[in-house]
């Protein structure tokens, strides 16, 4: 399969140069332009002379994770977990839509006082609204384990114009009451999130997402 051809290293035609200093990573034009409009642009476009795509936002294994969701379709949970906030990151930056769900339906379903102000940063490098204010509403829910906690020390003294947004959303919850689990649903209706889960993307749509892929590959074999 194109996974197998991608640990092989069997026709790869570019380099893509994790953030670490790392040595780059093969892979394949059309898999990545198959995958990312933003890849496909890159490969097109005449600066793309030593055929290495840069790209900062990922260090080698967070680079390595992302390949093989570029390859499979899917990804080990384990590696999701570990990564989701970078890959939801580059997912955005590189117009890979199927992963931006794909990490978003992971930090919806796996949401708790301990990653809730991981998901609210990795929201505001997105600009993301609608899950900016799902972590939002969480932390108000649960702000006693949330704001006494070491990590919100760590954000306040990272972030403060964030934390600032937190104390907002204090007051306004606090002012209003109408923030409630309604609400939660409505915002995750928004985004396109209804109670799907990982094992859901896992199960369906694998090969009609991966099926242009396996016959653009094989055509340029």
Do not use: W
Not at 4 to 24: F, I, V, W, Y
Not at 77 to 90: G, S
Not at 134 to 160: G, M, Q
């Amino acid at each position: 399969g194109l996974f197998e051809a991608l640990k092989e290293e069997t026709h790869t035609d570019a380099l893509l140069k994790p953030s670490d200093g790392s040595p780059s990573i093969p892979a394949h034009r059309v898999v990545l332009a198959t995958r990312s409009e933003i890849f496909k642009d890159m490969l097109e476009t005449n600066c793309f002379k030593d055929d290495t795509i840069r790209v900062p936002e990922l260090n080698s294994e967070e680079l390595e994770s992302l390949l093989e969701f570029l390859y499979n379709g899917i990804l080990p949970l384990e590696k999701l977990e570990k990564h989701v906030h970078p890959l939801f990151i580059a997912s955005k930056k590189y117009e890979i839509p199927y992963l931006q769900e794909f990490c978003q339906c992971y930090m919806l379903n796996s949401l708790n006082a301990s990653n809730v102000l991981d998901v609210l940063e990795t929201s505001q490098a997105c600009s993301n609204t609608a899950l900016k204010e799902i972590a939002l509403d969480f932390i108000f829910n649960n702000a006693e384990a949330v704001v006494l906690s070491d990590k919100y020390e760590a954000l306040a003294a990272k972030n403060p114009q964030l934390c600032m947004q937190i104390t907002r959303e204090f007051f306004m919850n606090a002012k209003n009451e109408k923030f409630s689990r309604a609400r939660v649903m409505g915002f995750q209706k928004k985004i396109g999130f209804s109670e799907k889960s990982i094992s859901d993307f896992q199960a369906s749509n694998v090969e009609e997402e991966m099926g242009n892929n396996q016959g653009s590959f094989a055509s340029h074999m």
